[in-house]
């Protein structure tokens, strides 16, 4: 029989999730292995195969999602990477954009280039606006800077000329001659990566691909590899930071496209389990091991970025938060990400507070409950003390822990530098958690003039259901939803997924001036290109269409959906009222009707209609032995005698916390001042209740 799985590698866990031909929902959580991630996604999918009685030759497909290439940004070990731009564009990733993140920190350093600029070349070229040569190529330039990058062990070129979007002859030659004098390097054209204006973002954009180029190709060549060996002959489907999945073949040239491809996939389990329940909007909230992430669910449609940032504290969208990291501008859910999750390391910082991440102790050697050597407290240890977690162990009892070497490290690194009790200590370093995660949520509400207040959180990952309730007393939010098989609900959103791809291309008018043969050649073009990546043929594909567009002058856009698939003079005032809309409610005002509106991008999506999600997940919900545990919930409540129960314990009748609910992926914690019931798709919904 030929099943699908979904895999996906976080820093702490690597997560398996098969639904079977009935919707039933099968899952295995096993360690992450730094020293090889196609290691674990072997073992987890051999653990399930083993369990469910399935053919592991039988795979026909694997939906991958990971953090390789966030990572090795985050990390800084992308390949070493050299840059040809136009001759006096050399230091434009220096220059970035006239922002900082920190208003009030005039002595703020930006971060340093991925390309350094003694591997920045300038190359003699130069094309004009308007798409005219102004200056020819110089290709003993280009012939020249190849030789100073070989001999300086660069891995991967970026090339990125002045309006190459307009005229791209020059950049496919300096392409030709680079990939005939430099075999085995990665080059990377911005043309294919971000045909469009704005010559920071694209060259950003471009070198980010290929500085994380080299190490996501030996990622997936490797995994592919690893499966091989085991007897595993699946095609392998990578989620996009768009929220759809390609062929890891396409994954190989432009890999700058799996930048967010973990957290995407959980946007896409939350979306799609927004349909099911027939919720328009939500907050998705995604806690791991590593990172907390947030994003938006709004009128049924995932939310994306115009300019996204990598590689920063939090990864986020900027055109207010940010200026921090290094922008790609690449079709990105909005998904805004800090530092704090399970395995965030605890400290006290400089002013004597308690101090949650960025770093991280990992799957290995992970927190100090897990006794593999680890002495740093986490964030699981503080959860371990106060009674959250299972004092026996994590993942259903398959990671045993030691409490109190969780305690220990609370008392020893927390508690007495701050004379504190270390339950006290505990439960604080869980509200700092809280309340660094927060920044997230707001990131992609308040900062898109949406109130928290009108949404429901849906929270997953390992550690989403054991501070969601949390999260939402921060925001005053009223409900929290937490989905089956939450703490693996990413890999769960990769068997959701569908193929799909957005592609961008250059397209300058205003919007007064829009006309359907004008924009013709463009769309056209862009559908041939999509779905050359989906490898699907056209006829089986649905094509929907936005415009980037901003005010004449301004320097950033918002991108606008099209109505009815149609760009014309006809739909023109209705583009332009949408962008208004959408620019007031983001900002606050709208400009009078003197400024005109003007597009400068036209991007295609295409999703492919194969592949239909199952209609319903059903959770497996074992009975479970009763038992209490005693947990501290603050001081506002103190200890509290509380039940530990199993998701089936839960009906459509309300119960009143405090609860635990443990289940094998994941912990839910429903306070003492909240309700808690089961909804026809058997997810936890978490009433809170606030006293006015």
């Known amino acids: 029989m030929d099943w699908r799985a979904g895999t996906d590698i976080g820093g702490t866990f690597t997560d398996i999730a098969y639904i079977d031909h009935e919707g039933f929902l099968f899952t295995e959580k096993v360690p992450s292995t730094p020293d090889n991630y196609g290691r674990g996604v072997v073992e987890g999918l051999g653990g399930l195969a083993v369990k469910q009685s399935l053919d592991l030759a039988g795979l026909s497909e694997m939906a991958h999602g990971c953090t390789v290439a966030t990572n090795a940004i985050l990390e800084g070990k992308g390949a070493k990477t050299a840059l040809l731009t136009t001759a006096g564009f050399r230091d434009v990733l220096e220059l970035r954009r006239i922002r900082v993140p920190r208003l009030y920190e005039p002595l703020y350093v930006k971060p340093s280039p991925l390309a350094p600029r003694n591997l920045r070349f300038e190359i003699e070229e130069r094309v004009a606006a308007d798409g005219s040569v102004v200056t020819p190529l110089n290709e003993d330039d280009v012939a020249a800077a190849a030789e100073k990058i070989r001999a300086s062990g660069a891995e991967a070129v970026a090339v990125c000329f002045l309006h190459s979007y307009r005229y791209p002859d020059h950049e496919r030659r300096t392409g030709e001659i680079l990939r005939k004098l430099l075999p085995g390097l990665f080059i990377t054209l911005s043309i294919d990566v971000l045909p469009q204006i704005r010559e920071y973002e694209r060259t950003s954009t471009t070198v980010i691909n290929a500085y994380v180029g080299p190490p996501v190709r030996r990622y997936v060549e490797g995994m592919v590899n690893d499966l091989k060996k085991s007897g595993m002959n699946a095609d392998v489907a990578i989620m996009q930071s768009s929220g759809g999945t390609v062929g890891a073949g396409s994954v190989l040239e432009k890999p700058a496209q799996i930048i967010e491809c973990g957290p995407a996939a959980g946007v896409v389990g939350a979306a799609y389990l927004c349909e099911q329940l027939g919720i328009a909007s939500a907050i998705t909230f995604d806690m791991g091991g590593t990172t907390a992430k947030g ?247 649905d094509f929907e269409y936005a415009l980037d567009m901003r005010y004449v002058g301004q320097a950033f856009e918002l991108s606008i959906p099209v109505p009815d698939k149609s760009i014309s003079s006809d739909t023109a005032p209705q583009l332009k009222e949408a962008f208004e809309d959408e620019h007031e409610r983001r900002f606050g005002h709208r400009f009078d009707d003197g400024n005109d509106v003007e597009v400068v991008a036209l991007k295609v999506t295409a999703t492919a209609r194969t592949g239909a999600a199952p209609q319903r997940l059903r959770a497996h919900k074992p009975a479970t032995e009763p038992a209490t545990r005693n947990v501290y919930f603050g001081d506002n409540f103190g200890f509290r005698e509380t039940p530990v129960i199993g998701r089936g314990d839960l009906s459509d009748t309300p119960r009143k916390g405090p609860l635990i609910v443990e289940e094998y992926e994941g912990t839910t914690v429903v306070p003492p001042d909240a309700v808690a019931h089961l909804d026809r798709l058997d997810n936890i919904v978490i009433d809170l209740e606030y006293v006015r």
Request: glycine share 14%; hydrophobic share 45%.
């Open 295 to 541: 994003s938006l669910i709004e009128s049924n449609q995932m939310i994306y970025a115009e300019n996204y940032e990598v590689g920063a504290s939090m990864s986020t969208a900027g055109t207010i938060a940010g200026g921090a990291g290094y922008a790609l501008n690449l079709p990105v859910i909005d998904i805004s990400e800090v530092g704090a999750g399970g395995g965030s390391i605890v400290g006290i910082d400089r002013a004597g507070a308690i101090k949650i991440g960025p770093e991280s102790a990992g799957a290995v050697p992970g927190p100090a409950c897990y006794g593999a050597g680890g002495t740093k407290p986490t964030v699981t240890d503080a959860n371990v003390v106060i009674g959250f977690l299972n004092q026996q162990g994590l993942a259903g009892g398959s990671v045993p822990i030691d409490p109190s070497l969780s305690r220990r490290a609370i008392e020893d690194v927390v508690a007495a530098p701050l004379g504190l009790d270390p339950i006290k200590a505990a439960y604080g370093v869980h509200e700092v958690a809280n309340a660094t995660m927060v920044r997230a949520l707001k990131a992609v509400t308040t900062y898109r003039g949406r109130d928290p207040r009108d949404f429901a959180i849906i929270a997953f990952g390992g550690n989403g259901g054991v501070h969601g309730a949390g999260m939402a007393r921060s925001l005053e939010v009223k409900r929290v939803i937490v989905p089956a098989a939450a703490g693996v609900f990413s890999a769960v959103g990769l068997l959701v997924a569908k193929r799909s791809v957005t592609v961008v291309g250059a397209f300058a008018s205003t919007v007064a001036a829009l006309s359907t043969d004008a924009a013709a050649p463009v769309r056209s073009a862009l559908e041939v290109q999509a779905a050359g990546l989906l490898n699907v043929d056209k006829d089986d594909i």
